[in-house]
């Protein structure tokens, strides 16, 4: 397909650029091992181009836990180098705001459900309380008020559990 293409081509891209670095990387080390410049330009290796999940996977579990290539942390250029990480930096944050949002909700809508839980449950044990008293059989009262007395524990237990 065309998107594999595409996808093929920025990798082969990457490749290029990676090998030129190697290359230029050893030419240095060559001219002076003894620098500290093996520390500060470090081998690229595949770990470092591997593509970040937050891209490919948004609500993956262990967000968190994701770590930037060394390359990405080095010194360069301050004021575009600055610019991009603080751009990097908010998309994090409003990533990472969206998630606690997104959270915020669904623990306000699991407090309500839960809430409605009891109530419903409540309301069964009114109805059958309302039918229990105007039965006029014996049977039909008995087993009106075995009905009310299950939805009263089925109350009572949701109660204390959503305490």
């Known amino acids: 397909t065309r ?7 920025v990798v082969a891209r990457i490749n290029k650029h990676v090998r030129g670095y190697q290359r230029a990387r050893q030419a240095i080390l060559r001219l002076d091992p003894n620098s500290n410049m093996a520390e500060k330009y470090q081998e690229i290796l595949p770990d470092d181009l591997a593509v970040s999940k937050e891209v490919t996977e948004e ?10 290539a060394w390359f990405w942390m080095m010194e360069g250029e301050q004021s575009q180098l600055s610019l ?18 997104r959270w915020k909700e669904e623990v306000t809508l699991v407090r309500h459900e839960m809430l409605w839980t009891c109530l419903w449950f409540e309301y069964h044990k009114d109805m059958w309380e309302k039918r ?6 014996p049977g039909k009262e008995a087993y009106a008020k075995k009905q009310m007395g299950l939805w009263n524990d089925f109350a009572k237990k949701a109660r204390l559990m959503f305490q």
């Open 59 to 68: 609500n993956r579990f262990g967000q968190g836990t994701s770590k930037l």
């Open 132 to 137: 229990a008293l105007e039965s006029t059989k």
């Open 84 to 101: 991009q990480w603080c751009v990097v930096y908010r998309i994090n944050w409003l990533k990472a705001r969206a998630r606690r949002d």
């Open 3 to 9: 998107t594999k293409k595409e996808i093929q081509k």
